[in-house]
């Protein structure tokens, strides 16, 4: 529980005290690869620290999957747009990996919010955060070049192609594998 403390003390300033009166509310999970954390249309909310493992966040549009995103260690993962209004889940969350997370429920955060006003502040810096990345990546897929977005993917993300499938890269880049296939032969090729 060390690397969760330690990774919130990070993002707003709680003494350690503080948060060990959280400690009796976080459980710690482990995911065999192939587990689902979430899947589409369940009623249950909650929100992962993963600090080992690597979950694809995905939906199912026509019987195709299409990768929203990926979450790895050091980070949180939820279904947001679900989380806060208790909505059916959107999205499916799997484990690509063995993975491990310290996971705490929807009722937990919003205790913790209100007891804490630190705790009520990093949720807003998460929310924050997740709604700024969201938008820029739909930005991104409106505007840039598939080559664009995997240059982009490699420089905030540089191992994520030598732990995920090229097919589960290639939806979330927004195109097909054979696409990303010449991508990367061509990036190869200007070396």
Request: hydrophobic share 40%; aromatic share 12%; net charge positive.
């Amino acid at each position: 529980m060390d690397r969760l403390f330690q990774k919130i003390q990070s993002i707003v300033p709680i003494s350690l005290e503080e948060l060990e009166q959280f400690g009796p509310d976080i459980q710690f999970r482990s995911y065999k690869k192939g587990e689902y954390f979430l899947r589409q249309g369940e009623h249950r909310w909650e929100i992962g620290y993963i600090t080992k493992g690597l979950f694809r966040k995905y939906f199912l549009s026509n019987d195709d999957e299409v990768t929203d995103n990926f979450h790895m260690e050091e980070a949180f993962v939820a279904d947001a747009a679900s989380f806060m209004p208790q909505a059916p889940a959107l999205l499916n969350i799997v484990a690509m990996e063995d993975s491990e997370a310290f996971v705490f429920s929807r009722a937990s955060v919003l205790q913790w919010a209100q007891s804490s006003h630190q705790i009520e502040h990093l949720l807003r810096l998460q929310a924050e955060m997740g709604y700024t990345f969201a938008f820029r990546r739909k930005i991104s897929l409106l505007n840039d070049s598939p080559e664009q977005r995997y240059l982009q993917m490699l420089a905030t993300r540089p191992k994520l192609p030598q732990r995920v499938p090229q097919y589960h890269l290639a939806s979330y880049l927004g195109i097909t594998p054979e696409a990303l296939s010449r991508i990367r032969k061509r990036l190869a090729n200007k070396k």
